[in-house]
DNA sequence: CAGCCGTCTTGACGGTTGTCCAAATTATTT
DNA sequence: AAATAATTTGGACAACCGTCAAGACGGCTG
């Protein structure tokens, strides 16, 4: 009897902890969310965190209730935007069924986030830069740098699939090419330079049939 | 008469200004040289004046006194070391009387350029990123890649004029791939992955006849 | 030698930073 | 309803930052 009431109370016990601990990252994420707006207007090394609890709707206390660290933060941040942006290009790579869908919803939607996510990617571009002087950075960008390459391979076989062909060089290397024309056309299209956009897809065009 | 000596001293002004600026801009040099011991070490963001004055020779008074600003000191460091690097190849495009010379010259002096640098290079990146928040960076950044795009194209057209042929893709798009690449192994380097090194040569010997 | 000029040193200033904490408030349990 | 725990607040703190300016030093010129 006595046993089977400490068992009962244990399960709540873990039950109630579990689910405190939902709660707890629910209002983490919640908090990134906010940070996420004026890290991305400012950088990592020009945001603090009052400056972040300024522009939102929190105080600089909670943050550093939630968070250990700034570090801890920031990690959370990219870590939390990172997860949907590897999810971006799924619908097209499913649902394309021919090349040329496949091509052209790729395009449009490097297009889209190019002008629409610019503050977003540039801060993921700043934390890698950071990563290679911060050790703590490194393991959580090592493991989105590779989610990334995973997500440019599967556009990349789909996109050979239908051509009954295969990818002609590693996922690694194609992940660089993109990654690289990416960033060279993130930072010209920052500078105003209108001719980014269109500069980087007519690459992308002509590149996609030569490698796969 | 009078005429003449004013001349004369016209002349003899604007030589000695001549020599000041040149003076002046030899010092600018040295410190930026000092400068970049410890940007290399922190950078940008956690590198101060102060810090930078206490691991050099000088006071920070100095470096107020010769640069304007700290971007003006930054700024004037990356200028100066890219200036160096544009050229690291060079010698091996002129040299080399082969593909096989070239893939090997070129090779060893990015493996030896990835172990023996990697504290400017990273310096760099950082600098990159962070002109995609500060537009006081951008001229200087854009004119760097554009010059870094310039070399790896002139390894690129020496390595297909030795094979009879021409460069299967865009400068723009070949830099994008190799900076992708060196940079994703810059990061694993740093991160104390001893197969950074060799997994990059192996894949940069397999591209180079892909792509020329 | 006196005066000037470029160079450099040193210390001080206001402002910002990350961090911490005690108190207030809210939620949860007993 | 009382008590306990979790959450939130806002201010205090020391450390640090970039910038600045007053003055010291040493060589050059008149």
């Known amino acids: 009897m006595a046993r089977q009431a400490t068992r009962a109370a244990q ?3 873990v039950a109630t902890e579990a689910l405190r601990d939902e709660k707890f990252n629910a209002r983490r994420v919640e908090l990134a969310e906010a ?23 929190f105080t600089h206390g909670v943050f550093h209730y939630y968070f ?27 649902t394309a069924k021919s090349r040329d869908e496949l091509t052209e919803g790729f395009l ?18 700043d934390l890698r830069s950071q990563a290679m002087f911060e050790p703590a950075f ?27 062909k295969k990818p002609a060089s590693s996922p690694a ?9 990416f960033q060279s056309a993130l930072l010209r299209h920052l500078a105003n330079d209108e001719k ?17």
Chains 1, 2 share one sequence.
């Open 196 to 212: 980014a956009v269109p500069d980087l897809l007519d690459e992308v065009r002509r590149l996609l049939p030569t490698i796969c």
């Open 35 to 57: 940070a996420l707006e004026t890290l991305g207007e400012l950088g990592f090394a020009r945001t603090s965190l009052r400056e972040i609890a300024q522009n939102s709707a």
């Open 108 to 125: 449009a939607k490097l297009a889209a986030t190019l002008r629409d996510e610019a503050r977003m990617h540039r801060l993921w571009y």
């Open 11 to 13: 399960r709540v016990a």
């Open 173 to 181: 290397a194609l992940y660089a090419l993109f990654d690289g024309l």
């Open 138 to 164: 490194r393991k959580d960008v090592l493991e989105i740098d590779k989610s990334l390459e995973a997500m440019i391979w599967r556009i990349a076989t789909r996109y050979a699939e239908l051509g009954n």
């Open 68 to 94: 250990s660290d700034k570090l801890d933060l920031i990690c959370c941040c990219v870590r939390h935007y990172k997860a949907k942006c590897v999810t971006r290009y799924d619908e097209v790579v499913t």
